[in-house]
């Protein structure tokens, strides 16, 4: 990739606060140590992949609450908040990071889920990715490793040599997930367009989403 300015993927942002405390104290006892921007990487992702719980249950969309800082108050988040976390960690130690969304379709057969949202589809599904030795790597720090073995699927692990986006499949060949539509990549999460997408497609938790209010589900 020629000619790419990176300057708009490692400043801090609204959501990606790469310059807040909490974040910066996340990175530091999570990279003590280690040397390089790989290694680093690798612990940062695994530390936001099986520190914080995986939980679509509790949703909230207020623009703190969505913030990277804010999520290393708690034990849990969903994956627009945890590859948030991870890609302004990522800023923090240098590396050029941004966003991913894509809707994508769920064939967990997470019956409660599905019977909340009136649909299998997951609206702006977030990933991140990283910038690292010459080409961006896309990464989703989101299914932690207890739950992924629940699931009968194989955890996503680190590589900065390939992508590690979704398990297609579970370890008995199911069907698992797949990308509907890919809303591209950002340097910050557009929480208004974001907001749109939700309101569009589950209209009947319009109002609550509106209101930018925990939703718990």
Known sequence: MKNISFENYL????????????????????????????????AL??????????????????????????????????????????ATAARVIGVPARMGFANVRNHIGTARLEAVLQTNVLVFHGFAEVYVNGRWIKSTPVFNKELCEHLNVAPLDFNVEEDAIFQEYDRDGAKFMEYLHDYGRFEDI???????????HYPHLSKDISLGKLIEL
């Open 45 to 86: 992702y695994y530390a936001v992949r099986d520190g914080f719980r995986y939980d679509p249950y509790r949703l909230d969309f207020s623009r703190e609450a969505m913030r990277a800082s804010h999520l290393t108050g708690r034990n849990y988040g969903y994956c627009v908040e945890k590859s948030c976390l991870f």
């Open 190 to 200: 557009p929480y208004d367009f974001f907001m749109r997408e939700l309101q569009r």
């Open 11 to 42: 400043n801090p942002t609204e959501f990606l606060d790469s310059d807040h405390p909490a974040v910066r104290e996340f990175v530091e006892e999570n990279t003590a140590g280690l040397m390089t921007p790989e290694k680093k990487l690798a």
